[in-house]
Nanobody, 123 residues
């Protein structure tokens, strides 16, 4: 079992930045692919970005060039640096982890999820 806890969400003006953190406890986090997903108000959950064990990353087109994912395995933490935030980035952000993730953008491939952190971007 892996327990995930997100933090770092909040209210920010458009153009601002936030850094989210996903801290894991339980199994060795370095063995897991970690993804960030988000659910905007009234919409379906959507993929944001993922990072594999190797460190390779995969971004959705909507955040490419603005968001950066990184991991510190020594601290069992994955970060999501979000710059140039837009009102449409407003959502609950979730981190998820899995060991055998085939399709990085599919939430079903991640068995472990955090409780989410709210990000609100005002215009």
């Amino acid at each position: 079992q892996v327990q995930l806890v997100e933090s770092g969400g909040g209210l920010v003006q458009a153009g601002g930045s936030l850094r989210l953190a996903c801290v894991a406890s339980g199994r060795t986090f370095s063995r897991y692919t970690v993804g960030w997903f988000r659910q905007p108000p009234g919409k379906e959950r959507e993929f944001v970005v993922s990072i594999r064990l190797s460190g390779s990353t995969y971004y959705s087109d909507s955040v490419k060039g603005r968001f950066t994912i990184s991991r510190d395995n020594a601290k069992n933490t994955v970060y999501l640096q979000m710059n140039s935030l837009k009102p449409e980035d407003t959502a609950v952000y979730y981190c998820a982890a899995g060991q055998a993730v085939v399709t990085l953008s599919a939430g079903a491939g991640y068995p472990y999820w955090g409780q989410g952190t709210q990000v609100t971007v005002s215009s």
